[in-house]
């Protein structure tokens, strides 16, 4: 199994940052995918940004030029960084791996984190 462990939320006023941090442990072979998604309340959960190995990324729209996702592979651990925080980025935030358990199976599997609250407000 894999256990994804998020932190770093809180509560910011708009303009302010924060910084994600989801670390991975248990048993894989190796992570292809990570991610941050967010599900505001009423909303469907949507991606954020990914990551993949090496230096792929994609971003939503709405972060773009204010959140860095970036990824640490030796730690198997990614990290969002949040500038420029508005009103409408709040939301929990969840941590998602795309994970391979074998080196020969193909198959990937897909992990989410517990999430964490960040709420952006004066």
């Known amino acids: 199994q894999v256990q994804l462990v998020e932190s770093g939320g809180g509560l910011v006023q708009p303009g302010g940052s924060l910084r994600l941090s989801c670390a991975a442990s248990g048993s894989f072979f190796s992570i292809n995918v990570m991610g941050w998604y967010r599900q505001a309340p009423g909303k469907q959960r949507e991606l954020v940004a990914s990551?993949?190995?090496?230096?792929?990324?994609n971003y939503a729209e709405s972060v773009k030029g204010r959140f860095t996702i970036s990824r640490d592979n030796a730690k198997n651990t990614v990290y969002l960084q949040m500038n420029s925080l508005k009103p409408e980025d709040t939301a929990v935030y969840y941590c998602n791996a795309g994970v391979r358990r074998d080196s020969y199976s193909g198959i990937n599997y897909n992990y989410w984190g517990q999430g964490t609250q960040v709420t952006v407000s004066s």
């Open positions: 990551i993949r190995t090496g230096v792929s990324t």
